[in-house]
């Protein structure tokens, strides 16, 4: 069993940038892949960028040149660092494993991006 903790959300406005933590227990030796999702109100849950163990990385569209992911695997962390944040980029934001499971789910982190 894996668990995942996020924190960093908070409100800022558009052109601002934030910086989320999300910190892995458990079992982690078992996961390759790290994603972090969002979720806005009234849609599903997408993926917004992912990590490989070893360091790879890939993001959605609508964030490449804005977000950066990385990790710890040390410290079994991972980040996600948001510039120029916009007004779509509010939503709940969690990590989970690539593929995702329904029990990693943590409480995720809200980000609100005001116009």
């Known amino acids: 069993q894996v668990q995942f903790?996020?924190?960093?959300?908070?409100?800022?406005?558009?052109?601002?940038s934030l910086r989320l933590s999300?910190?892995?227990?458990?079992?982690?030796?078992?996961?390759?892949?790290?994603?972090w999702y969002r979720q806005a109100p009234g849609n599903q849950r997408e993926l917004v960028a992912v990590i490989s163990?070893?360091?790879?990385t890939n993001?959605?569209?609508?964030?490449?040149g804005r977000f950066t992911i990385s990790r710890?695997?040390?410290k079994n962390m991972v980040y996600l660092q948001m510039n120029s944040l916009k007004p779509e980029d509010t939503g709940v934001y969690y990590c989970n494993s690539v593929?995702?499971?329904?029990?990693?789910?943590?409480?995720?982190?809200q980000v609100t991006v005001s116009s």
């Open 5 to 16: 903790v996020e924190s960093g959300g908070g409100l800022v406005q558009a052109g601002g």
């Open 22 to 35: 999300c910190a892995a227990s458990g079992s982690t030796g078992s996961i390759n892949a790290i994603a």
């Open 53 to 56: 163990r070893g360091g790879s």
């Open 59 to 64: 993001y959605v569209d609508s964030v490449k």
């Open 72 to 74: 710890d695997n040390a």
């Open 99 to 109: 593929p995702s499971f329904k029990d990693y789910w943590g409480q995720g982190t």
